[in-house]
């Protein structure tokens, strides 16, 4: 019998064991697409292969019905809808937003603090979340609500996926808890679509709220109930996904000399001495970028994606039964050494030159249901990581610490506590 020492040597193990290999999660047998060419069709083809099963079953009682977890047939419809909030010709206001929110969170720490960045990040992305979707200030009170109600809905998602439904209904302290910050999280999104809803006019803001709120102006419209599931969605999905891939970037960067020093060589030579990075200093991050790329590529937040066969039909040449749930790990391709040599090496410079062929660097997910976010997302992860080099410096408070990804719905850091000394006066 093979033995790994965690669910990530199991992943990397997978494609020395064939192109599609079975994989048992708790009850579920799942089919897991080991090549890039797989992994493309799968991801590509959303008539054949949808979402659905119980991971989604699982997700929807977060989320609803909303652009991540609804079918195939509903999707085109949802995604057009959404895509207005997420236009690049809005990204110079949203990032006006993430750098204010950038300045005052990283502003505050002092020399010679140690700080659990894990924390920073969850709190520096929630409240950028709120100053982007929601057209009216959030309390500090509510937004430690929503940071610490969705870390409950994460960290107990994972596991609600892989145990039967009958078992949810046991009234546990984690399934009350869970419970409880689901019901919490959803009131507080109908009371703000709410309250957006009877406030807004023809003169509609240009927070993604308003602007979902607005498509009744256009004749089709998402209707209440889809208004917030999205809402929902931005919030577990955004502040999570982004937030642990920040904290691995400040981690890499803080334990890769040669790649903080390029970084550091970059950021001084582009924002001329200014503490925070805004969007007209981007064109000039493209180290920047790389970090973002390869952290993304060697901690992939999403790190595993379902589908399921929706009729008798064939993934490359292998006949695939109708309701079979097959997945795509973007962290097992990421570390396929055939893709990407000494894939365990954290190496900026891959990203130098092009971009990987279609399929094998899937950290937004592929296809037509890429996540809608990634330029929003993309954009925050450069500004902060920007920020924070332009003034500041990042140890591990413990030297020999090693971090362990936590697998929950994301590839979440465990508590990363660090040290931070001032690289510029204030």
Known sequence: MLRFRNHLDLLTSMPAHGELVELRVGPARILMACTAELAH??????????KGGQFFDRAK??????????????????????????????????????????????GAWRHGDTVDITAETNTLV???????????????????????????????????????????????PGNRRYEAANRRLRDLMVRTANTADR???????DDLLSILLSTRDIGECLT???????????QVAGIDTTATALAWALYLVATHPEVEQRLHAEVDDTLAGSHVATHKHLPGLQYTRQIVNETLRRYPPVWFLTRTAMTDTQLGTYVIPAGTTLAVSPYLLHHRPDLYPSPFRFDPDRWGSGKPPAGVYIPFGYGARRCI??????????????????????????????????????????????????????
């Open 126 to 172: 929630a409240k950028i979340l709120a100053r982007t979707v929601f057209p009216h200030s959030v309390s500090p009170s509510a937004l430690g609500r929503i940071i610490d109600d969705i870390d409950t809905l994460v960290a107990v998602a994972a596991r609600r996926m892989v145990v039967p439904p009958a078992l949810h209904r046991i009234p546990t």
């Open 61 to 106: 009682e977060v989320v609803g019905n909303s652009l991540t977890t609804c079918s195939h047939n509903e999707h085109r419809r949802q995604r057009r809808l959404v895509q207005p909030a997420f236009h690049r010709a809005r990204m110079p206001g949203y990032a006006t937003q993430m750098s204010m929110e950038i300045a005052t969170t990283f």
């Open 41 to 50: 069709e799968l991801l590509s083809n959303g008539e054949r292969f949808d």
């Open 224 to 234: 209440h109930t889809e208004i917030v599931d999205q809402l929902l969605l931005f």
């Open 373 to 426: 976010g990634e330029h929003f997302a993309l954009t925050e992860l450069i500004l902060a990581l920007a920020s924070v080099a332009a003034r500041w410096r990042l140890r591990l408070a413990r030297a020999d610490h090693r971090p362990r990804p936590r697998l929950a719905a994301s590839l979440r850091p465990p508590q990363l506590p660090m040290t931070v000394s001032r690289r510029t006066p204030d």
């Open 199 to 205: 406030s807004a006019n023809s003169d509609h803001g």
